[in-house]
């Protein structure tokens, strides 16, 4: 499809989270199950749901936000259990809203560079809620320049576009796909079964309120939350007429469909507020190539350690190499910003159940230090860079099974929880962000917590 440019567009209609907020008033709690826990990057002040017990998804319910999210992680399983997974979390939800009186509708929430699984998360929710008028497919990420346009999903640097397909993403040893139009994407990923796909294009968005055409999957347009918050505006209109949808989008989306606005980075402040004294742990498990740069410049601008997981030996069963790494760590940590990463050669297996086996043992090894560590001395916060990896530190590493999302540490991205229990929790996806982008969230983390 080859790279292109923003060609002359028609003005943004500007639809303000106000007017969403209103537009709120008795519609269902929005449960979104998101298999990472980057979905978070764009919002605050939600709760979040590492478990889903009976007695987690009561406590959520209870909190009377309009949303709350349920981190599954089934990005890092295969089909069958991201399948089974997803039920069980869909079937619980169901039941406690039931008991607390409450309707409820159900985002899946995947990432925005298409990765994931898709239909088969839709498929399982329209399983357990009855068939929906539409999967609503939503991608788009505009802070960190995801964006849809044509019906095209694009990266964006500026005025330039890339279009997915052609990024690295789309080579993804387990996800991997061909198709930048969204509609193809559907097709491609579905094996051909879903074929009707319509779209709502830039041009009704911005004309006026658009009114959702009728089809199997409905993808969205988007370059500015204004364009998801004027597609919000007829989704609740027609779900107040009857129409029941399954989303399946991005993080930018949620936002718009919570009625928040665009909010600027936590402040200095009430992050000095959030996090602990001394020094932080950063824990790497992304092996995209963002994340290998933001590392480098990171080691450029800072005096830090750095504690590496050998992957080979992990793979051998190694497990006094993870003894001595924890012990590295916990040392380190006393002095220095210390960073435990996996090696940095990227080992795949024959097909893609080899692969995601290789990566749950890596992510095992990974998590299975950060625990040791924060169980002997917490550090002062602890950043996890990676979709994957951020899940299973939440869940494994910290039992972080309730937390709140306090908001961002750079527009729109990088998300900081707070847990009911434990230290602070950065989340930073490993495919978002500049160069520098790491090194300015360890300067701030830094700053705070040596303060």
């Known amino acids: 499809m080859g790279r292109g440019r923003l060609a002359e567009l028609p003005p943004v209609r500007a639809v303000p989270a106000e007017q969403v907020a209103d537009a709120l008033a008795g519609t269902p709690t929005v449960v979104v199950l998101d298999d990472d826990p980057t979905g978070t990057q764009t919002i605050r002040d939600l709760p979040v749901l590492t478990r889903w017990s009976a007695d987690d998804v009561d406590w959520a319910l209870a909190q009377g936000t309009p949303a709350f999210f349920v981190l599954t992680n089934t990005r890092s399983l295969g089909p069958d259990d991201a399948a089974a997974r997803t039920r069980e979390v869909v079937r619980t939800c169901l039941d406690a809203a039931r008991r607390a009186g409450v309707e409820v509708v159900f985002a899946s929430r995947s990432d925005s560079t298409l990765r994931g699984h898709f239909p088969l998360e839709t498929d399982v929710i329209a399983d357990e809620t009855g068939a929906p008028d539409a999967v609503v497919l ?11 346009l044509d019906g095209v999903h694009w990266l964006r640097d500026g005025d330039e576009l890339t279009p997915v397909a052609e990024s690295e993403f789309a080579a993804d040893a ?10 193809d994407w559907v097709a491609e990923k579905s094996g051909g079964a879903v074929t009707d796909v ?4 830039l041009d009704d968005l911005r004309a006026g309120p658009p009114t959702l055409p009728r089809a199997q999957v409905v993808v969205l347009d988007a370059l500015v939350d204004d364009d998801l918050r004027a597609a919000v505006l007829a989704i609740l209109a027609a779900e107040r007429d009857g129409a029941r949808y399954v989303y399946r989008v991005g993080p930018s989306f949620v ?26 742990l950063v824990v790497v498990g992304s092996h995209v190539g963002r994340t290998s740069r933001q590392l480098e410049h990171l080691a450029a601008r800072r005096d830090l350690a750095r504690v590496e997981i050998d992957v080979p030996r992990v793979l ?22 210390t960073v435990l990463a996996t090696s940095r050669t990227l080992v795949t297996g024959r097909d893609e159940a080899e692969s995601l086996e290789i990566a749950r043992r890596v992510s095992a090894a990974l998590t299975g230090v950060t625990a040791r560590v924060v169980a002997a001395d917490p550090p002062a916060y602890v950043l996890a ?9 939440a869940t494994v590493s910290l039992r972080a099974d ?3 999302v306090r908001g961002s540490l750079l527009p729109g991205i990088v998300s900081l929880w707070a847990p009911t229990s434990g230290p602070p929790l950065v989340v930073f996806a490993g495919n978002v962000g500049g160069d520098d982008a790491l090194a300015d969230v360890v300067d701030r983390l830094e700053a705070a917590a040596c303060a």
């Not at 939503?138 to 849809?148: C, E, F, N, S």
Request: aromatic share 4%.
């Open 316 to 337: 051998d069963g190694d497990d006094g190499h993870l003894e001595h790494v924890a012990s590295q760590v916990l040392e380190r940590l006393g002095t220095s910003t």
């Open 402 to 404: 309730r937390a709140w």
């Open 198 to 201: 319509a779209e709502v294009r």
């Open 255 to 280: 936002r718009a469909r919570v009625s928040q606005p665009e909010q600027p980075p936590i402040a200095d402040d009430e992050l000095r507020g959030a996090v602990g004294r001394g020094h932080g």
């Open 138 to 148: 939503a991608p788009a990420y505009t802070d960190a320049g995801r964006v849809t």
């Open 174 to 183: 387990t996800f991997g796909y061909r198709s930048s139009r969204l509609a």
């Open 385 to 393: 860079k990676g979709g994957i990896t951020s899940s299973d530190v």
